[in-house]
């Protein structure tokens, strides 16, 4: 589904179509002089000095015109100069990549409409994770295969490549995808440089100024024969992100319904309490204040002995240090059930579409919570790489590397007072899509909120994954005549996971608390909504506990007592463990090929690779009425075959075709054989894993034209398909708790009861469909136009991608399923740069939009689905070079401060509606 602001599409098309324009006039213009001459393509990428964005551009579209595949590439301006300062931010500027976001700042991205799972990337060329936290709006912590680009600084890489067709010699584990990111290194410039960079960052909802700093040194010894570089980037950010956190829409039906004194004009009691009507389950606001460092260091030792030897080592290091308060007021009560939700009677509302958009109430459960996180995460990578050339025609290389990302959350602690049986609470979704909330009372006031035992919870959750790489492989390379070349290669590597976490065993065993108690441990946020467009009257001010002061007067980090920790025999606790080790041995043989038939030359490469993967698995799982670790090892084979043709239909003209089959293996998450149960306040849930998911498999057709019609200029138009066999879906339904055949004991200390009904989700392998769809990529510098007009320049893209999935909603042969596109996947994403460039002046504008996607399917508590909302970012970057070493840069991202605005259900909704305010950043670079 997606939302009806599809104006706001059309005019990042409408400007492209402007652009384009442009570009044919200037097309035209150039008709009546020869254009020069493009040279022909060649094996190697043409070398360029990179001076500006203009020279960036043409550097990546040099790369895209001599692959045979299908590529695109973004490549630094200058050394320690990437384009964004994120690195997802800027691969949204590439056809068909999408960004999701975290606290404003891109963090996982999504390739022709397939999402993070199916994407692998590269550092240096060895294969990696990445793995973060997150809100539970955001994804929450990342526990698959996807990669978190928010952990590394821009500055410490030089260029991102993206494979979107796969080639032989190229590691197996992507259907969208194959991102290379490359550090700088000595031999790309060969001379010393020492570049260094200082700046500030503000952003205005926050309104916090955090620095920015970077030195990249870099030398060329021994005649040439040995280079050195060293990177570091440091930055500190301070932002908020807040605004309304519905958690979902449920059925009046749900958690036993409203109490029967309930009325709405036009509706029954037990038309109020059907499957038909949707009320929000827990309507409230939310507001984080989150602070990171980020550091990154990036290393590089390369040794040429002579033009025939080159051996280099590589090491990256990033750590991200964050923590994460929150403050957040809700109608817990609505999704409680016995003495929440039936207790609490509707004096008024309004229905609309099947949706109970507003409400009076009495009688309802409210809660106050501060939440407080420290989140960590530490990736290092170590890669020595190789090659030897024999006689001009025999060529051999090497790698080897290992890598290893770690994310810690040691402090995850919830602690909440609660109102019971609040009058006149009041919601209005209808003013706007934040809505409107009266509480009825002063909820500044200690004496209207109350800490009680078996009421009030304090949660206490740390945990911990670690993903681990280790790579090795060899080629070799043979020319057998100028016109053909064979590679093989072997390959080897082994990824382990490992997550676990600690849980209390019951969160809402506290001291009941004194109102002198509560005072003395608690105080008042304020200042929430600001640039939120709130309705009038609603709060922006409420009471929230005191975390540090209560911790010091109750001792809650005392790990003894009702405070104390514990793991695997807690279920809980529990969910948060798994196990995964998985080998994959590969081995290729491909031909890279040069012929000219029908007056036309073309180039390519045809090859199959062969892979082996040995997978172990280990959880917590119920057998025979008792919890028990439980360990699944398997392994499967598979073969995949790939090809590439490119053609120069003339100087200007390239035509591409690619077929392959690739694979992407389940999420790492979901192939633990556990399973676990978990209370968190009125939400209850039992999810388990499944080690059994095979791979997803995929037969790929890509067709692509590229006329490159003079030097920086180019249009491309491609077009692809992909026949999918399955793809990994969450199966999810409701059920009681006795019907499970789980242990009674499981539920001891969370206060539900066995007659409860649990949401159950377990990952299976549901029918595959068809992906299909096209890009269109301009870039145009304006060279053709008189005077300072020449000096403009665009870059403009537009991917459509569809996809239908037959989503199972029960594994019963004949059950019903739910026909929707895939999730993660954006029927429309269109991106717009304009730039102006002199040798003193460059300024930039951007715009990013992604249209609506899917998240979940089906979706939870009687949705249909669950999806995200679509956006419109925009940013600008200008630099001016005081002289031809020193340039000052102001850029400012997310200009328009766009919500994340999710929703629930076929009507839209809303579940989530949340900002992060304006990014604006000043810099000066100096270079030596």
Known sequence: MTSNRNPRLRAVLGASASAFT????????????PPPAAEPASDEVEAIVVTGFRASLQSAINLKRNESGVVDAIKAEDIAQFPDLNLAESLQRIPGVSISRINGEGRQITVRG?????????????????TTGGTANSGGTNRGRGFDFNVFASDLFNSIAVRKTASADVEEGSLGATVDLTTAKAFDSGKPQLVLSAGASYNDLSEKTTPRVSVLASNVFFDGKVGALLSVAYEERHLKEEGANITRWATG??????????????????????????????????????????????GSLQYKPNSDTQVTLDALYAYLAGTRKEAQLQAIGLSRANTGKPQTIIRDGVVENGNLVYARMDNVDLRTQAAYDELNTEFKQFTLSGTHDFSGSLRVGMLAGYSDSTFTQPISTIVTFDRANSQNYQYDFRKGRAPQILLGFDPTDPANWASTNGTSEVRIRPQFVENQFSTAKVYGEWDLNENLRLKAGLDWRKFEYDSYGQYRTSETVVQ???????ASVSKVFTGFGRNMDLPEGNFTSWLIPDIDKYAALLGIYSNSGIYALTDTNNS??????????????GAYVQAEFKFDAFGLPFRGDAGVRRVHTEQESAGYAAVAGAIQRV???RDYDLTLPSFNLAADLSDTVVARVSAAQTIARPGIGSLSPGGDVAVQGANRTYSSGNPYLTPTKSDNLDFSLEWYREKGAMIALGVFYKRIDTFVATLRREA??????????????????????????????????????FEINIQQPFTFLPGFWSNFGVVANYTYVDSKIEYLTSTTPGAPTVNATLVGLSKNAANLTLYYETPKWS??????????????VPGSDGNTVQGTNETLNVDMQASWNIRDNLKLSIEGVNLTDEFNDQYVGDSNRLNVYTHSGRQFLVGLRYNF
């Not at 442009?22 to 002089?33: D, V």
């Open 22 to 33: 442009i570009l044919a006039a200037g097309a035209a213009i150039a008709q009546e002089a």
């Open 631 to 633: 360990d699944v090892a």
């Open 114 to 130: 397939l999402g993070s799972e199916y994407t692998r990337v590269r550092i240096n060329g060895m294969e990696a994770i990445s």
């Open 572 to 585: 809980s606790a529990r969910g948060q463990y798994g196990a995964v080790e998985e080998q994959d041995y």
């Open 843 to 856: 300024v930039r504008g951007s715009l990013a939009y992604r249209d609506g996607y899917l998240t979940q």
């Open 253 to 298: 039906a749900s958690n036993g319904g409203f109490n029967s004194a309930s009325t709405v004009p036009g509706y029954t009691v037990a038309q109020i309490n059907s499957a038909n009507i949707f009320a929000p389950r827990i309507p409230g606001y939310v507001s984080y204040d989150i602070e990171s460092k980020r550091l990154g260091i990036a």
């Open 736 to 773: 009681v708790y006795n019907t499970l055949g789980l242990p009674d004991s499981l539920l001891t200390g969370t206060g539900a009861t066995t007659d409860q009904v649990f949401q159950v989700t377990q990952p299976v392998n549901s029918d595959g469909g068809d992906l299909k769809g």
């Open 512 to 518: 009941t608390l004194t109102p002198a108690q509560l």
